[in-house]
């Protein structure tokens, strides 16, 4: 049971880059949500998805795009790569409904110069 | 909006010690959820515990439990018999009936042999 796979692990953007992140997990969860983890200021809420074809904004959204065709896959687009962007950046997912475990991914390292 | 406080960004204690981390929340809800998540240097996110909020009795997994007290909003979680392996990041998060999981700013906790 692979989990929740992200790639890449890590990558090096210049200024103005776009890339996508991947996120897949393979155990059916509904919901999906990509999380950015900065020093000092703890996991912050992108986007996310309660399934296939929704997606919704979270906290910090721009900069960034993401769509659900899928149940496993939910990638995460950047338009135009910003210094600012430079984060560790979670996938993560769970079975829709109140209090279900989330299962995170283990990490996209991503630095913007 | 729901947000979540850890007031401790850094804590140290011997090992074999008991540490307290504590969590406080914002809500208006009365059905919600709470967790703590560990997040070791690896930086993978693993589920310590989780707390269902109509639930009064505080949840227990082995060395850890909490004290959820609902009238004050406050979450705290206590690590008996601290281990080396405990050193990590620990996240407190809300997450309130079929919506998306809020996180606390974590506490840095070091087990020093």
Redesign the interface.
Known sequence: NAGVTQTPKFQVLKTGQSMTLQCAQDMNHEYM?W?RQDP??????IH?S?GAGITDQ?EVPNGYNVSRSTTEDFPLRLLSAAPSQTS?Y?C?SSY????N??Y?G??SWLTVV | AQTVTQSQPEMSVQEAETVTLSCTYDTSENNYYLFWYKQPPSRQMILVIRQEAYKQQNATENRFSVNFQKAAKSFSLKISDSQLGDTAMYFCAFMKRNDKIIFGKGTRLHILP
């Open positions: 949500s999380y000092g200021m703890g996991l912050r809420l996310y309660v979270g560790v979670f993560a829709r409904g109140a209090g475990t989330i995170f283990e990490g």
